[in-house]
């Protein structure tokens, strides 16, 4: 899952993205009002976390705009005093939640979790399934044929964008930039060799195979179809 955090104090955002990070989501980070608007508008989120005072352009600005665009991406807003007026004004421009700063990661995470869950509406969407493979995305699990298969933090990322994009080709530039938010050179072979320890994983010993190489094009998953 992909979340956007809007957040100006420099320390803030690097110690929320490297927890989110860790905690398995993709994370992009703006550091300013208008960088962030420009990403919500421009890229496809799970969920936003959008500190409200930010130089350029504020978090109400930013929420009321998206809002107006009909975007009902969930919105967790980061507020520095314990203000009720601030939270009301916040819930009444079509946040979803807010947490006061400061705040401990747990207690963050713990929120993002509710409302992904809650975002993501039928509870169902919480599990992705391709033939026998199942992904369990908020327990972080995955099983094939009822068997529990263990991946790291970016094997698990990268098989759920192969998840959710099945029957698409995947090009190699496309993959880094969703699983690792940043651009390889087209030489370099991690991403080779991260789909290679998902497919020993997924596909080793199991029929169909999921995984296939589109070669010079890149990666897709896909099973056949049952009739
Ligand atoms: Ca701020």
Do not use: C
Not at 29 to 34: F, I, P, W, Y
Not at 101 to 119: D, H, I, N, Q, S
Not at 121 to 135: F, I, M
Request: charge should be negative.
């Amino acid at each position: 899952m992909k979340l956007l955090i809007v957040e100006d104090e420099t320390k803030i955002g690097d110690y929320l993205r490297q927890g989110l990070t860790e905690a398995g989501f993709v994370v992009n980070l703006a550091r300013t009002g208008l960088d962030g608007h420009h990403l919500a508008v421009t890229e496809p989120y799970d969920l936003i976390i959008l500190d409200v005072m930010l130089p350029d352009m504020d978090g109400w600005r930013i929420l009321k705009s998206l809002r107006e665009m009909g975007s009902k991406v969930p919105v967790l807003f980061l507020t520095a005093r314990d203000s009720v007026d601030e939270r009301v004004t916040g819930l009444e421009l079509g946040a979803d939640d807010y947490l006061v700063k400061p705040f401990a990661f747990a207690e963050l995470l713990a929120r993002v979790r509710t409302l992904l869950r809650r975002g993501t509406a039928p509870a169902t969407e919480t599990t992705l399934k391709v033939a026998d493979l199942e992904l369990d995305l908020m327990r972080r699990r995955v099983t094939r044929a009822g068997h529990r298969i263990l991946l790291t933090v970016k094997e698990f990322a990268l098989l759920e964008l192969l998840v959710r994009r099945q029957g698409e080709v995947l090009p190699r530039s496309l993959i880094a930039s969703q699983v690792w938010d940043m651009n390889f050179d087209s030489d370099t072979n991690v991403i080779d060799v991260a789909i290679r320890r998902v497919r020993a994983k997924i596909d080793d010993g199991f029929e169909p195979k999921l995984i296939h190489t589109i070669r010079g094009m890149g990666y897709m998953l896909d099973a056949p179809d049952k009739d």
